[in-house]
Every structure is written in structure tokens, then in C-alpha cells.
């Protein structure tokens, strides 16, 4: 009886350990599976109703318009143009997907943000960024550098990253992210702009603000 329960708590850990280091999306069990919204000729798969593999075109794997450029007239002066399931239903279950971010001169940032589902690689097209992401509880490290054109950083898993224009040009940028929707919490925004409000006492202790300055701030969001 022992030895059985010796296993089982053996393969428990050895399943969690197996889960814990799963980076991107589950692998795909067939060739295609193509996003569909109708529920006809479907079959629920990864978030997404998949469509008939017969029925698949090229289509299903294309999106045209990451030349042009985002608009970043807005108070962040950035904009991210994502290419993810919602744009290419073939990504459905293949586990990646694209974005390009668009930054306005002398400080168009991305703001702090994280995606839980996905490591992010993005490669710097034009301009200068500076960049960083931040480890998780204790330690809490800040990693950061300054990137030029043709520069690539890496930004890992759900932690909290960042990119801010330092230039006085436009900037561009291209990223790659382990999941067909990495999905994103910009931390200012939940934190300040959340729907019902956090309580603004919550918010005045974990941050040490006066609570009047709390209340402003989330008249922002």
C-alpha cells in the first residue's frame, strides 16, 4: 500500500513539475484548426470553435496591414497592432502570435503590463527604446536596457515589462509571444481604472498615497 501511495505522490509531483514548465500554449493534436465563431461544422478547441479542416483556406492564415502605421495620438502615445487568433483564425491552438507598437516621439511608452500566458520577444525596427521587466516577489529586479535598431529583448512570462521612445523620432517595434492570445493587464489601468472601483482605502495602504490622491488617480482611468 505504501509503494502505491510512494507512486502516485511521485507522478503527482512529476505531473505538476511537467505543468509548471509549460511555457506557451498546449501542442495542437492535428494539422489545422481553424477558429470559427458559428457553430456550424464545429468543434470547441483552445478557446476557440474550430472550423471544418476541409473547409480551411489560405485565408485562415493571413492578415495584411503591420506596414502601416498606429496611431499614437492618445495619452500613452503608443499603439499596439495585434496579430493574434482574433486576426489569423489559424493560429487556433498553434500557440503564437504577433504584434507591432507603433511609439510617439520623447516618451511614447507601452506602459507597465504583463501577459499572463506568454513570453514575449520584440525586436526594435526603428528608433530607441528603453526597456525592462521586473521579477516577481521578493526580489522584484529590475532589468533594463536601452535598444537600437535591429536590438532584441526578451521579456519572460507574466512578469511585468515596459518599453519607453527616448528618441526624438517615431519608433517601431515587432514582438513574437508564445500563446495564440497572450492576453494583457496594463497594471495602471486594473489597478486605478478596474470596474466596480477598488476601494480607494485598499489602494491608499498598498501604495502609501493619501487617499484624495487615490481618488484622483482613479479619475484617470
Known sequence: M?????????????????TLASSSDPSPLQDLCVALNSTKHAVFVNGKLCK???????????????DKPGNTSNAVGSRVTPVNVDQIPGLNTLGISLVRIDYAPNGGQNPPHTHLRATEILVVTKGTLYVGFVTSNPDNRLFTKVLKTGDVFVFPVGLIH?????????????AGLSSQNPGVITIANAVFGSNPAINSEVLA???KLDKKMVEYLQTQF
Not at 52 to 66: E, H, Q, V, Y
Not at 162 to 174: D, E, L, R
Open 205 to 207: 495602504k498598498a501604495f
Open 52 to 66: 471544418d479542416p476541409k473547409l480551411a483556406t489560405a485565408d485562415d492564415f493571413f492578415f495584411s496591414g503591420l
Open 162 to 174: 515596459f518599453q519607453f521612445n527616448i528618441g526624438k523620432t517615431n519608433a517601431i517595434a515587432f
Open 2 to 18: 505504501k509503494g502505491v501511495q510512494h507512486f502516485l505522490v511521485v507522478f503527482s509531483l512529476l505531473i505538476l513539475g511537467f
